[in-house]
T-cell receptor
Framework: AQSVAQPEDQVNVAEGNPLTVKCTYS??????LFWYVQYPNRGLQFLLK??????LVKGSYGFEAEFNKSQTSFHLKKPSALVSDSALYFC???????????????FGTGTQLKVEL | NAGVTQTPKFRVLKTGQSMTLLCAQD?????MYWYRQDPGMGLRLIHY???????AKGEVPDGYNVSRLKKQNFLLGLESAAPSQTSVYFC??????????????FGPGTRLTVT
């Protein structure tokens, strides 16, 4: 069975500083990895994904994530945080390939990012 | 495009009452999903559908039923609501994106309270 760990419930960072939100995963075979963001009282929005290829993936709003197969990690990063980045961030995983049963994502428990002036 | 919409946005039920949550998508997606979100537990899959007329159980299906009579709609039913079903419910839909991955698009959520 697949699983995702987001070890930090909350990450605090000052505006303008770099941010990292951590994610590690467990899956049989190669992973497909996703990051989603949730603003208050809203649904989840897709940020970026890793399928194959370059280990550094760039996504929406200046976010990027680095896939590290040996460490089974997919940390979300941004070089310069904005107050408007404050939100709840979810990492998700599914095994590579079509299972015939859709793309059943397994989500982490979420990390609350707080960016302060 | 409206994307994924959910009806209603809020609902309060008494224990034992029933209700149906409606999810609609206008993106012609094949796959649809129902999740519940609880504090500290992330999103957990309740049921999903890989096409019109087909449904399957997810991680936490007990106490819920679903139907996908039309491709664009996915209904979630609670036959006899329990306080443990107090949660925020999200619907999502997906398609086959480049590279063989399915990006999921989420609705705004339904906040359900069972008293």
């Amino acid at each position: 069975a697949q699983s995702v760990a987001q070890p930090e419930d909350q990450v605090n960072v000052a505006e303008g500083n770099p941010l990292t939100v951590k994610c590690t995963y467990s899956v049989s075979g190669n992973p497909y990895l996703f990051w989603y963001v949730q603003y208050p009282n809203r649904g989840l929005q897709f940020l970026l994904k890793y399928i194959t290829g370059d280990n550094l993936v760039k996504g929406s709003y200046g976010f990027e994530a680095e896939f590290n197969k040996s460490q089974t990690s997919f940390h979300l990063k941004k070089p310069s945080a904005l107050v408007s980045d404050s939100a709840l961030y979810f990492c998700a995983v599914t095994p590579e390939g079509l299972t015939g049963g859709g793309n059943k994502l397994t989500f982490g428990t979420g990390t609350q990012l707080k960016v302060e002036l | 495009n409206a994307g994924v919409t959910q009806t209603p946005k809020f609902r309060v039920l008494k224990t034992g009452q029933s209700m149906t949550l409606l999810c609609a998508q206008d993106m012609n997606h094949e796959y649809m999903y129902w999740y519940r979100q609880d504090p500290g537990m992330g999103l957990r899959l309740i049921h999903y559908s890989v096409g019109e007329g087909t449904t399957a159980k997810g991680e936490v299906p007990d106490g819920y039923n679903v139907s996908r009579l039309k491709k664009q709609n996915f209904l979630l039913g609670l036959e006899s609501a329990a306080p443990s079903q107090t949660s925020v419910y999200f619907c999502a839909s997906s398609y086959l994106a480049s590279g063989g991955s399915y990006e999921q698009y989420f609705g705004p959520g339904t906040r359900l309270t069972v008293t």
